[in-house]
Antibody, heavy 118, light 108 residues
Framework: QVQLVQSGAEVKKPGASVKVSCRASGYTFTNYQMHWVRQAPGQGLQWVGI???????QYAQRFQGRVTMTRDTSTSTVYMELRSLTSEDTAIYYC????????????WGQGTLVTVSS | EIVLTQSPGTLSLSPGERATLSCRAS???????LVWYQQKPGQAPRLLIYAASSRATGIPDRFSGSGSGTDFTLTISRLEPEDFAVYYCQQYDNLEYIFGQGTKLEIK
């Protein structure tokens, strides 16, 4: 079955960077694009960006210059690196799959909690 | 940028009742882009409805979506205990994906 398995929780200091991974299985990795969505504690969902099958990326304006998404097709894994962390980046980060031009995300990874604290 | 406003913020109902959740866009959007998710505590969101009215695989037929233009609705015909959760609408606009703030459906 289709599965997205994310890396474990992270604790980072303000100003640091974090890199979260999402390993896909159960489908042809190169046929789908992957999104990253975050959710601050007790808050709603916020789109971070997308990495398309060809490796092209697109990021939400609020994260431009601070986020980089990459992928490794040999291991069916996508990565999201977020730099210059502040306490406002404390959130659960989810990866979620989309087939091109579907506009919906299914399934989602289990989430990775990133805590930014001094 | 389009803003999605969900109402009510919290909906208190009993099992067996009908739930109607609203998602209003600040300007007209394509129905093709309107999506609904369910999220339970401690879990990732789950796809319920895509393209405004199509049920995702495995979603019970008590869930239905409707609407067009700026007004969209998620209806749960008869609430089951497992339906009490937070529901989010989402749409695509100008190369970005936008979520509503969510409606919490709680047991009365």
């Amino acid at each position: 079955q289709v599965q997205l398995v994310q890396s474990g929780a992270e604790v980072k200091k303000p100003g640091a960077s974090v890199k979260v991974s999402c390993r896909a299985s159960g489908y042809t990795f190169t046929n789908y694009q992957m999104h990253w969505v975050r959710q601050a504690p007790g808050q709603g969902l916020q789109w971070v960006g997308i990495i398309r099958p060809g490796g092209v990326t697109q990021y939400a304006q609020r994260f431009q210059g601070r986020v980089t998404m990459t992928r490794d097709t040999s291991t069916s894994t996508v990565y999201m690196e977020l730099r210059s962390l502040t306490s406002e980046d404390t959130a659960i980060y989810y990866c979620a799959r989309e087939m091109d031009l579907d506009y919906w995300f299914d399934p989602w990874g289990q989430g990775t909690l990133v805590t930014v604290s001094s | 940028e389009i803003v999605l406003t969900q109402s009510p913020g919290t909906l208190s109902l009993s099992p067996g009742e009908r739930a109607t959740l609203s998602c209003r866009a600040s300007q007209s959007v394509s129905s093709r882009y309107l999506v609904w998710y369910q999220q339970k505590p401690g879990q990732a969101p789950r796809l319920l409805i895509y393209a405004a009215s199509s049920r995702a695989t495995g979603i019970p037929d008590r869930f239905s979506g409707s609407g067009s233009g700026t007004d969209f609705t998620l209806t749960i015909s008869r609430l089951e205990p497992e339906d009490f959760a937070v529901y989010y609408c989402q749409q695509y606009d100008n190369l970005e994906y936008i979520f509503g703030q969510g409606t919490k459906l709680e047991i009365k």
